[in-house]
């Protein structure tokens, strides 16, 4: 794993899309892809994914093509998909019920063991089998269980305040939804989504295909 902190983020950054396209050729028992193959499939050029699979060991020979399971099992170990997360939702509103039933993310490993709210009408709720509870709940639960993510689908007003709660239960990861630039210490990591931002850049590029 040493290795693998050489590797700039932004190769990092395409690794999920090569891990979802060799996740697809292995349930197909495709046994090896050439480089101008997986251009294809992803986008990028076969010189980049020559590049950036350099990265990662010996896979492939010169005119033969990447080992598939082998790429595969190597690049979900680096995304360190090969382990269990423990995950709690803050928000559960539309967002999160959504994020809450979508039953795929347990294929990454990803466990979500509790979402709290305010909302006195939602707690003791269920998502499935997950319990809604309430936030003031929270602290003496992160006490008691090892949770690595904490996912922030409150208004934006109460992003930061959630933020704070997580820290103080050792939450070390956030996935945040809000719109908003929460603040954290250096070694908290935080990914944005925000699904504006996307929507903005493709209302840009169908502007600009009229023009
Ligand atoms: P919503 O209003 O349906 O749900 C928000 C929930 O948060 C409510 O159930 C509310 O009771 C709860 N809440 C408020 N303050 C809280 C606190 N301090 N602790 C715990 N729970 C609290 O809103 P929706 O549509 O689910 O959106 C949630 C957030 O996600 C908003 O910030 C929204 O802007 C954002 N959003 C972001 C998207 C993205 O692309 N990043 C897409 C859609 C929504």
């Known amino acids: ?30 046994d090896v892809i050439s480089s101008r193959e997986l251009g294809e ?6 010189s980049k994914i020559r590049q950036d699979l350099n990265h990662f060991g010996d896979f492939g020979q010169q ?9 595969y099992k190597q690049i979900k170990s680096i995304l360190g998909l090969d382990k269990e997360y423990k995950a709690v939702i803050i928000g559960a509103g539309n967002l999160g019920q959504a994020i809450a039933n979508y039953t795929r993310f347990d294929k990454l490993g990803f466990e979500i063991k509790c979402i709290f709210d305010v909302n ?32 922030i689908c409150v208004p934006k007003r109460n992003a930061q305040d959630v933020t704070k709660k997580l820290i103080k239960g050792n ?33 840009y590029f169908l502007n600009e295909s009229d023009d």
């Not at 902190?5 to 932004?10: L, N, T």
């Not at 309430?134 to 996912?151: A, C």
């Open 120 to 151: 006195p009408k939602l707690i003791d709720m269920k998502i499935r089998d997950i319990p809604i509870r309430d936030i003031d709940e929270i602290n003496s639960f992160l006490e008691m269980e090892k949770i690595h993510i904490g996912i």
């Open 1 to 30: 794993m040493e290795k693998n902190k050489s590797i700039s983020k932004v190769v990092i950054r395409r690794l999920p899309k090569y891990y979802r396209h060799l996740e697809e050729l292995v349930k197909k028992d495709v």
């Open 171 to 203: 939450v070390k990861a956030i996935w945040n939804f809000a719109p908003i630039d929460i603040l954290a210490p250096s070694n908290i990591i935080i990914e944005n989504v925000h699904l504006n931002e996307s929507l903005a850049r493709l209302i």
């Open 63 to 71: 005119g033969y093509g990447y080992n598939i399971q082998e790429l």
């Open 41 to 46: 499939k992803t986008g990028f050029t076969a």
